[in-house]
């Protein structure tokens, strides 16, 4: 903390909270296009953290999350640093659109390139002026559009202090997720940096239960690393992650019209009926949708007009079930209320 801290040139001294334009490259209007950092760095020492959304610029939940996060009267007295990146893909973000213009997907081009493509650009400033300053980070993400996700964190169980992450942030699922070929995890996880995702609602909507845990989360896994420093704040009820070492998609066995049986969160087991395929045309009966192991659904399509082979049902699978379910009975009857503040 006593070298000069940089980002895009601009110092970020003890005790300062600024909000920094990372230039991008311009429309095709010659419209500028930057990318806003908006930086917490406090009194004294600590870790360095950053917290990124809407990499997928359709995923607006963890843009709401960073806004909640950044309005809480703690992160003004954080021991270490705090960078956070409401929004990285700015243009999917403007377009309503999980991709970049050329449709290439952001997370899918880390750690990046100043002369490829423009997805390969904007992750090589992410990673060059973000990701290489941090101790660790957390990338907000959701599920794709009509899929929501249960509130889960996803890690990489092989990278040292993944684990320590994804137990800290607080959530009953931690699902033990391997790196993708050029995702931020990967990149980061490269050069030592942990990195944990976190995955709820879904993209084009903001959904109060996830906004609330994932706020929830961010500040513990901060008090975990010892930024936060609240003597006076009654200690908040822990919960106990239990780890999911696999996941599988319950898929379509026909095209047609489903209807759902079973909600996030529900406990199913091998063989049950979590849903029925009708004729829109009408036709006798119908034809179940059946779960191929135990688990708990975490993951769910909620269009109902499906194609033979659709994703309906992501399930998770743990050894210690019972624990799981009995934590997310607890999780899932948070009341859905409007709240600025943790």
Known sequence: MTEPFKIAGIEIRPGER???????????????????VRVIRGTKPGPCIFVTAAIHGDEINGVEIIRRLLELPAVRHIHGTLITVPVVNVYGFISLSRYLPDRRDLNRSFPGSPK?????????????EIVTKCDCGIDLHTGAVHRPNLPQVRVNLNAEGSENLGKAFNV???????LRDGSLREAA?????????????????????????????????MESLGMLHEPHTPKRKSILPVIAHSSIWTRAPKSGI???LKKLGDRVKEGEIMGLIVDPFGGPGGTPVKTEGDGIVIGRNNLPLVNEGDALFH???FEKIEIVESQLEEFMSLKERPQAHD
């Open 172 to 178: 009953p699922v931690v699902l033990d997720s391997r």
């Open 116 to 128: 490829g493509s423009l997805a390969s650009r904007l992750a090589h400033i992410l990673m060059n």
């Open 315 to 317: 399930i998770a699978r």
């Open 258 to 260: 489903v209807h759902p």
């Open 18 to 36: 600024k909000c920094i334009e990372l230039p991008a490259a311009q429309l095709y209007t010659q419209t500028p296009m930057n990318i806003q």
């Open 189 to 221: 996880s490269s050069l030592g940096i942990p990195v944990l995702v976190y995955e709820g609602g879904e993209a084009l909507r903001f959904n109060e239960l996830a906004a609330r845990m994932g706020v929830r989360g961010i500040r513990r896994v």
